[in-house]
């Protein structure tokens, strides 16, 4: 069995090796002979409190150390509190709904993100975690939390979305001082691989709208070649419809319980330009609303909106019959994204368009979809170039 030097002089202060029970160290021997861990340690407070951690490596323990005294001499680094993940989780979730608590960006959580938060940390983080205290949850204990719903056959995007408020909770703890570190830093999730990105080119978009009955045309055509979402769909009036000016202004969204509310982010409020292609449907709609030209542009009524169950089971039906693929009001925004791209709109207007927070959003999702255009763009520079009279040009420069 190999043997090492003694590591003990190597081994620095609030740090210390912890051999295995078979090392020759536990004999009293001076040589080890085990691969052994490193426990750093750093004292809290003046309460004789300390918090100490376990680490594989000694360069581990080290770096982890020098955070924590780093941590320390900013005054941030406490004590573990006696508060429970569960009191901190409630407490978010009424800050959310108060309005105290804001999203990264500042603003306020949309009602259907404080349900989804509440829902998620209820059914699958709070009956396993809720009682341990909040600066005592590790990564191991997420990862574990993790596989185990992985292991109950729960989807990618539902483990995703049930570690998505702890990542807020303790985001949002770190700053306030309240934990020295974020255990879901280095938890590893599942990859979602989510169905098919959108609904087609323009030309399948046309088939689809067509099969569907006409009192669901304009809600798939404003999905297609508006990029609306589900719920400025749902909340569109007429008043924000201006043929004139060939716009539509989209300036709110619709929940479920809570009715008419702000789009999705300041950005999400935005003029989307009326195609030529939606005329005719924004035509065939107003003659079928007799509230128009006041009231919602898709209601059931002129105050209560479509329910979407009904749109998505109607179209599903005839697009079966009809031989084709079944798809949502969020694909066809992800086509209506495609077709900007293709016709040479830059980053910037694609971001201003589909109401995007940030530029990078916009790359981020469609990043793959750019290059494609950027070879397109190149190709049409080309055939430009190509089809000029360069060589009787450059002859009439000459003779000058």
Not at 128 to 141: A, E, P, Q
Not at 179 to 196: C, E, F, Q, S
Not at 207 to 235: K, N, T
Request: glycine share 8%; proline share 4%; hydrophobic share 40%.
């Amino acid at each position: 069995m190999a043997t090492e030097q003694p590591r003990r002089a190597k081994v620095p202060a609030g740090i210390r090796e912890r051999h295995q029970r078979s090392c020759a160290t536990r004999q009293g021997k001076s040589r080890c002979t085990c691969v052994p861990s490193f426990e750093a340690l750093v004292a809290l407070g003046k309460a004789g409190q300390r918090k100490r951690r376990t680490f594989a490596t000694l360069s581990q323990a080290k770096d982890w150390r020098i955070e924590q005294l780093a941590a320390k001499t900013r005054q941030r680094l406490r004590a573990p509190a006696s508060v429970t993940l569960r009191d901190t989780a409630e407490r978010y979730v009424a800050g959310m709904r108060a309005g105290t608590i804001a999203t990264r960006s500042g603003e306020h959580y949309k009602p259907s993100v404080i349900r989804s938060y509440e829902q998620a940390l209820a059914r699958h983080v709070l009956p396993d975690l809720g009682g341990r205290r909040l600066g005592d949850v590790t990564s191991g204990d997420l990862q574990r939390l993790v596989e185990r719903l992985r292991g109950a056959g729960l989807s990618a995007s539902t483990i995703a979305n049930a570690i998505n408020p702890l990542q807020a909770i303790y985001r949002r703890a770190i700053v306030l001082g309240d934990v020295p570190y974020n255990p879901t830093r280095d938890v590893v999730l599942p990859v979602i691989r989510g169905r098919r990105g959108h609904g087609g080119d323009a030309g399948d978009a046309l088939q689809l709208i067509a099969a569907v009955p006409e009192r669901d045309r304009c809600a798939w055509g404003l999905a297609f070649f508006a990029g609306l979402r589900l719920g400025e769909l749902r909340a569109l009036r007429w008043e924000d419809v201006d043929s004139a000016g060939s716009i539509i202004r989209v300036c709110r969204s619709w929940d479920d319980r809570e009715g008419e509310i702000t789009t999705k982010s300041a950005a999400g409020e935005r003029d989307v330009p009326i195609l030529a292609v939606l005329r005719p449907m924004f035509d065939a709609q107003r003659a079928r609303c007799p509230w128009a030209p006041r009231g919602l542009v898709l209601g059931d009524s002129a105050e209560v909106p479509f329910h979407y169950n009904g749109l998505y089971r109607r179209s599903s039906k005839v697009w079966a019959d009809a031989g084709l693929s079944r798809i949502t009001p969020h694909q066809a925004r992800h086509s209506f994204a495609s077709l900007l791209i293709a016709s040479g709109a830059n980053v910037k207007v694609v971001t201003e368009i589909l109401g995007h927070s940030s530029v990078r959003q916009s790359f981020d999702r469609y990043g793959h979809l750019f290059a494609d255009a950027h070879a397109t763009t190149a190709a049409r520079l080309d055939a430009l170039i190509a089809s000029a009279d360069t060589a009787a040009r450059v002859a009439q420069v000459n003779s000058t």
